[in-house]
């Protein structure tokens, strides 16, 4: 069974578990240390005070995180935001990031978010610690490249790339309403059954 639910406190050290391998492993992370856990936690209570920040279980385990968070500290920028998605190392390619992302995404929605962005480590050339599977995965979802910035980041000795990647989630009006603070999923707003081969969606639960 997969359940998708606000995260909480409680969570901050799974969650920092998965995101640890992203930062000593790789370059899809471009923090060169791993944040302690009262700074982790500090990060994650910021982000609940407006945006969605959801995880992802799968048969009692924490497979991932995904959170929004703002885009250009400025009035006009309110109806865009940017997202970051984690899954536990060996949970990819299996479909948990799809489900996250169309829940994160579905989230934002009722906010009223418009535009949704991605900040993305792209290498000039793959190694072992980047290649083009988050943009690639990104590009899946609908989202387009509107931006590259070149070996603007340093990290294990080598130079990466960036990019910004954005996809359109609303309608664009002359007088757009103004943009809600999330309201928490206090319990499963999304919930998969899969018993032998086949898969059955159950019915969404209500917001907190």
């Not at 390619?93 to 989230?107: D, F, M, N, P, V």
């Not at 792209?122 to 990104?138: G, I, Q, R, V």
Request: with cysteine.
């Amino acid at each position: 069974m997969i359940e998708i639910r606000t995260a909480k406190k409680e969570d901050a050290g799974r969650l920092l578990e998965i995101y640890d391998y992203y930062v000593r492993n790789t370059a899809i992370s471009f923090e060169y240390e791993t944040p302690s856990l009262d700074e982790f936690t500090r990060r994650m209570e910021n982000t609940l005070e407006k945006y969605p920040y959801l995880v992802i279980v799968r048969d009692g385990k924490t497979e991932g995180y995904a959170y929004a968070g703002v885009f250009k500290g400025r009035a006009a920028y309110d109806w865009s935001c940017e997202i970051s998605i984690y899954l536990d190392r060996s949970a990819r390619k299996c479909g948990l990031g799809r489900i996250l992302s169309e829940a994160l995404e579905a989230e934002l929605k009722k906010m009223g978010i418009l535009n949704v962005y991605g900040c993305i480590a792209y290498p000039e050339k793959e190694d072992e610690y980047l290649t083009t599977n988050s943009a690639d995965f990104h590009e899946h979802l609908g989202f387009k490249t509107v931006g590259l910035f070149r070996q603007c980041a340093y990290k294990f000795g080598r130079w990466y790339n960036m990019i910004w990647m954005e996809k359109v989630i609303g309608e664009h009006r002359d007088q757009p309403a103004s943009v809600r603070r999330s309201t928490h999923i206090s319990e499963v707003c999304f919930r998969k059954m899969e018993t032998a081969g086949q898969q059955r969606e159950l019915p969404a639960a209500k917001n907190g």
